[in-house]
């Protein structure tokens, strides 16, 4: 429901941000994909069903990340490179796994709880307070309350001197 809001938005402000995706919703709203690869954003795996890969027997959560790297590739028509962990919850064999499937493991510096909208200033204060070179912000697409704050965010961070860029624009 938001992912139209949220892609207009980064565009105007022309910013590209990574969406790690859920293989099934790819599945089920393909434009969203082709929309956010055709506005220069980075696509990544976050699973097929966004299950905790930690309980999973490993060929079971090798699957989940085969099946949602195969759905996005064949919607985007490049391979994904990253891979964030649903509730970024893992085990030695799911990072070998994600490496052996050709997948960087990626994580956030910053998680400011947008998908409990604990209201606008807290989450305007949380995203503000852990700003900083090099960071990684974990936000949701479909969090009411990240849309009401993430335009102000985005002119802050410019107003400060950050970069705002994919995971994959990130300095090596």
């Given at each position: 429901?938001?992912?139209?809001?949220?892609?207009?938005?980064?565009?105007?402000?022309?910013?590209k941000?990574?969406?790690?995706?859920?293989?099934?919703?790819?599945?089920?709203?393909?434009?969203?994909?082709?929309?956010?690869?055709?506005?220069?954003?980075?696509?990544?795996?976050?699973?097929?069903?966004?299950?905790?890969?930690?309980p999973?027997?490993?060929n079971?959560?090798?699957n989940e990340?085969?099946?949602?790297?195969?759905?996005?590739?064949?919607?985007?028509?490049?391979?994904?490179?990253y891979?964030?962990?649903?509730?970024?919850?893992?085990?030695p064999?799911?990072?070998?796994?994600?490496?052996?499937?050709?997948?960087?493991?990626?994580?956030?510096?910053?998680?400011?709880g947008?998908?409990?909208?604990?209201?606008?200033?807290?989450?305007?204060?949380?995203?503000?307070?852990?700003?900083?070179?090099?960071?990684?912000?974990?936000?949701?697409?479909?969090?009411?309350?990240?849309?009401?704050?993430?335009?102000?965010?985005?002119?802050?961070?410019?107003?400060e001197?950050?970069?705002?860029?994919?995971?994959?624009?990130?300095?090596?």
């Amino acid at each position: 429901m938001y992912e139209p809001l949220l892609l207009d938005m980064l565009r105007r402000s022309g910013v590209k941000a990574t969406f790690f995706v859920i293989g099934r919703n790819a599945a089920a709203y393909p434009y969203f994909i082709r929309d956010m690869t055709q506005q220069g954003h980075e696509v990544g795996n976050h699973t097929y069903h966004h299950v905790r890969l930690p309980p999973l027997p490993l060929n079971e959560a090798v699957n989940e990340m085969r099946w949602a790297s195969d759905i996005v590739q064949k919607l985007t028509g490049k391979p994904v490179r990253y891979f964030r962990p649903p509730g970024g919850e893992y085990t030695p064999q799911t990072l070998q796994a994600a490496r052996s499937l050709g997948l960087n493991t990626v994580f956030w510096t910053d998680d400011p709880g947008d998908f409990q909208n604990p209201g606008d200033a807290v989450l305007e204060s949380r995203l503000h307070r852990n700003l900083r070179p090099g960071g990684v912000v974990l936000l949701h697409d479909n969090a009411p309350e990240m849309l009401n704050v993430l335009q102000g965010f985005l002119r802050v961070a410019r107003q400060e001197g950050y970069a705002l860029t994919t995971v994959g624009g990130l300095p090596k």
